[in-house]
């Protein structure tokens, strides 16, 4: 099986002493390439170490609503600078309005500024949403379309606004949720995906697969991916191993790497 890990963030406090064995790991279970999202500026630099470090890593760079407080004044100028680089993607960004404490004005804002940042330089942009979803429309609605494209992770939102997202350049993503056995809701929604656009993810640390046995409490890692794959492949009614290739088409597709396959 051929995988393509859409989201996930190797640079987490859970692999700092152990980034040798998760890449091991990961390599072993099929998983060619993994987007490394960076979350504020203080972890881009250990991103960019680790997207250097190993070619099966895309890095992104960008400041997720969770650390908006971390960013600092000059946070637009340097992630231009890592961006300029030769980064592949923009993210983690988005807009999080399950987070009460968080101010929306401020998520919107500084989501709304890296999205035009992400058109701005051709690079697709990595977006989280939670309880944000008519914001995302309106920010799309007055931007526009993403060029070259972007991706909804560990997707949450409702069948039915699916075929806008995808209107709007947006690949769909979907996490280790697919394994639960009561997430009617995510499952109707990748069902309804179209076939080159749908994309697997681990979201590591975070979102371990449902499986019997393991415990809830360990990280998630990259190589637990072929357990979505294969959850997320019986809701489409197909093939494990076709439905791997072609996440991993698309991922390469939407990440500028088409070329190399």
Not at 147 to 153: A, K
Not at 159 to 168: G, K, M, N, Q
């Amino acid at each position: 099986m051929k995988l393509f890990d859409a989201h996930c963030h190797l640079q987490a406090f859970e692999f700092k002493r152990r980034i040798s064995g998760v890449m091991e790991a990961a390599a072993e279970a099929g998983v060619v390439r993994m987007v490394c999202c960076g979350t504020e500026p203080g972890d881009w630099q250990e991103v960019k170490e680790i997207a250097r470090a190993y070619d099966s890593v895309i890095p992104a760079f960008g400041v997720h609503p969770f650390y908006m407080d971390r960013a600092g004044q000059g946070w637009r100028d340097t992630l231009r600078s890592f961006l300029a680089e030769g980064s592949a993607g923009v993210g983690e960004i988005g807009v999080d309005f399950l987070r009460k404490d968080l101010d929306r004005e401020l998520q919107e804002s500084i989501f709304t500024e890296q999205l035009v940042m992400a058109k701005e330089m051709h690079l697709p942009a990595s977006i989280h949403v939670r309880k944000g979803w008519d914001t995302l429309i309106h920010i799309l609605k007055r931007i526009g379309p993403l060029e070259p494209g972007g991706v909804i992770h560990s997707y949450s939102g409702s069948a039915d606004l699916v075929d806008v997202l995808e209107r709007y350049g947006l690949y769909i993503s979907f996490s280790g949720s697919v394994t639960r056995p009561n997430a009617k809701k995510v499952k109707k929604a990748l069902a309804q995906v179209s076939p080159d656009r749908v994309l697997i993810e681990t979201d590591s640390p975070d979102i371990l697969p449902t499986t019997p046995g393991r415990d809830r409490d360990e990280a998630n890692e990259p190589c637990n991916l072929p357990v979505v794959a294969k959850a997320a492949a019986a809701v489409r009614n197909t093939g494990a191993e076709e439905f791997a290739l072609l996440a991993f088409e698309n991922g390469e597709r939407l990440y500028g790497r088409g070329q190399e396959t």
